[in-house]
């Protein structure tokens, strides 16, 4: 059983859901330290003046903002807590809004709602509501003293909390030189749509998709710890080069897509 996080409700008119917040995604990658070569210890950071050159405790170190360059302004603990959030334990729902007028780019971390014995129907009628209507909740939420942006939206029998970005903190992509006026020749647009079609499925599967270099990276770490010879990686299909010709090249992708099909057409039946 995942161990919840955060504990509180959802707010939702004079509707009060209680809930419980637990981790939707779980990291996998591998952690490593940091050895020294010649005899393996183990690394070890301190926190250096850059001044004086010493040691510095934990008990003499305080938060500066760089204002101007190499000026600073100290800000104390109290500082902080002048303009912590008030911890409500509530997810309030500001608005509702359809899920696809909200880019996603804004949303940024996934955690499942899971509700108490006493709020299992709300937290249903909730869940079933936003299906139907094609809607997310927007809402203000504040965990470990942090306010954050988020949105509810359900996700077969859960309600999933996707805390958000702020506004600011998305860049504004017409700082970049992208070919917004780019004129399409509607021979390449069509060949195009074609091989879009032909690499297109019903469903998406993501186990199809497993994380390789993890998988390769174990694989080696396994060989070392017993002394195996290290398994043969496969290479990485050579540089194409420059693109001289497009339409050129997507007639051959097209050929290469429906050639792979037709071979894993003929394995699947060969397994059968």
Known sequence: MPRAIWSGSISFGLVTIPVKLTGATRSHDLAFHMLHAKDEGRIQYERICSVDGKKVPWDEIVKG?????????ILT???????????THTIDIQEFVELEKID?????QPYYLEPTKTGRHAYALLR??????????????????????AALKPAGAALVLDLMRWSNEIVDPSSLDLPEDEKM??????????????????????????????EELLAII??????????????????????VNLMDVLERSLKETHRESKESKSRRRKTA
Do not use: C, W
Not at 104 to 108: G, L, R
Not at 128 to 148: F, H, M, N, P
Not at 222 to 243: C, F, H, N, Q, Y
């Open 222 to 243: 396994d060989a070392r710890v017993t002394g195996k010879e290290l398994p043969k990686m496969k290479k990485a299909a050579p540089s194409r080069g420059k693109v």
């Open 185 to 214: 020749p509607s021979a390449e647009l069509k060949m195009a749509k074609m091989l879009v079609d032909s690499m297109s499925v019903d469903e998406f599967e993501p186990e199809k998709f497993p994380n390789r270099y993890r």
């Open 65 to 73: 903002y760089e204002f101007e360059k190499d000026e600073h302004v």
């Open 104 to 108: 996603p780019i804004f949303f940024d």
């Open 128 to 149: 079933e509501t936003l299906e139907q209507s094609g809607r997310v909740a927007v809402a203000r939420v504040v965990i470990r003293t942090k306010e954050y942006m």
């Open 77 to 87: 603990d109290a500082d902080f807590e002048r303009i912590d959030p008030k911890v």
